[in-house]
């Protein structure tokens, strides 16, 4: 999940107009592959694109006129270009609402995988927010329930196995952010039957490299990355500087893609979930979706390179 970080930054609420005249870009044409990078669901798998959509900040915004036309527009290219995981959070403000809005008015595409988070303590008290959340994306249920930055896990935990099991969603999750209870998400892990976790992961927030990152493989969890653009603060580390030559093997075309295609390396990771208000940060973004899928040796590369440059 990516913030707007002012006019300056490569995300920002302002600076929109005119943004939705872009033209729909076939899938094809991001980096002459139209086919996009999938990663399977270990629990199922089921494959899913390995570039999702976050909605921190970015749909906070009225569900009306042009920020919500906007929003949509940014979706319907989204999906066109092959986007499928969309993540958002009652603690995200008006973006539930917005989403819906923007399925609504989209017709609620097949493609959509639907993920968002139970985030309040009190057995009752979460299941009125996950209804309610439903409510607010105009969906029956959701594909992901996840517990939001483990508040109330215990709790919300058994509920959401109960519903799993009753067909009432389709797939568990837990989330962090910033490196944080990191030993708590590895017990979680360890001993419970979840089939996603959520963490903070870029090319220079690394630490679920040492734990997390493994034993997601080890016990067969999906990992979503988010912040993968460090809250768009990478962008100012490389402002005005090319590319590297280690970015031809992947066709990276931008550094956003750069970066993303940085996280896909790694082979614990499911999906990556930039968060954009910007149609053209959105079509350079799923970019990434498309070409050579990254190696782990091709991961170091991106990293030494980066370093090199900062």
């Known amino acids: 999940m990516d913030l707007p970080r002012d006019s300056e930054k490569r995300r920002t609420l302002r600076q929109l107009a005119g943004m939705c005249a872009l033209p729909l870009l076939p899938a094809g044409t991001l980096a002459g592959n139209d086919t996009p990078l999938r990663r399977t669901i270990p629990a199922t798998g089921e494959a899913i694109p390995t570039i999702g959509m976050g909605s921190w900040l970015t749909f906070d915004v009225p569900a009306r006129g042009q920020n919500?036309?906007?929003?949509?527009?940014?979706?319907?290219?989204?999906?066109?270009q092959g986007g499928q995981m969309i993540d958002?959070?009652?603690?995200?403000?008006?973006?539930?609402?917005?989403?819906?809005?923007?399925?609504?008015?989209?017709?609620?595409?097949?493609?959509?995988f639907s993920a968002t988070k139970v985030w309040t303590s009190g057995k009752d008290t979460g299941i009125r927010q996950m209804q309610h959340s439903a409510e607010l994306w105009k969906l029956k249920q959701f594909r992901l329930m996840q517990i939001h930055n483990l508040v109330d896990w215990e709790t919300h935990m058994k509920t959401l196995l109960a519903w799993k099991e009753k067909g009432q969603l389709d797939y568990v999750g837990i989330t962090t952010y910033g490196g944080l209870r990191h030993e708590t998400m590895a017990?979680?892990?360890?001993?419970?039957?979840?089939?996603?976790?959520?963490?903070?992961?870029n090319i220079l927030d690394r630490e679920a490299e040492a734990t997390l990152l493994p034993l997601a493989q080890e016990k067969g969890i999906a990992v979503i990355a988010n912040r993968p653009f460090r809250e768009g603060r990478l962008f100012d580390y490389i402002r005005n500087k090319p590319l590297p030559e280690s970015a031809r093997a992947l066709n990276c075309a931008n550094w956003a893609?750069?970066?993303?295609?940085?996280?896909?390396?790694?082979?614990?990771?499911?999906?990556?979930?930039?968060?954009t208000s910007k149609l053209a940060h959105m079509q350079e973004n799923m970019g990434a979706l498309y070409g050579p899928l990254p190696a782990q040796k091709h991961q170091q590369k991106l990293a030494k390179d980066f370093q090199n440059l900062i």
């Not at 017990?187 to 992961?201: A, E, G, N």
């Open 68 to 80: 919500l036309k906007t929003r949509i527009d940014i979706l319907r290219h989204f999906f066109a």
């Open 88 to 112: 958002s959070s009652p603690m995200y403000g008006q973006s539930e609402e917005v989403i819906g809005a923007c399925l609504e008015a989209l017709a609620f595409p097949q493609a959509c």
């Open 187 to 201: 017990r979680i892990m360890r001993h419970y039957p979840i089939d996603f976790v959520q963490l903070t992961y």
């Open 257 to 275: 893609q750069y970066f993303l295609k940085f996280i896909l390396a790694h082979p614990a990771i499911t999906c990556a979930i930039p968060a």
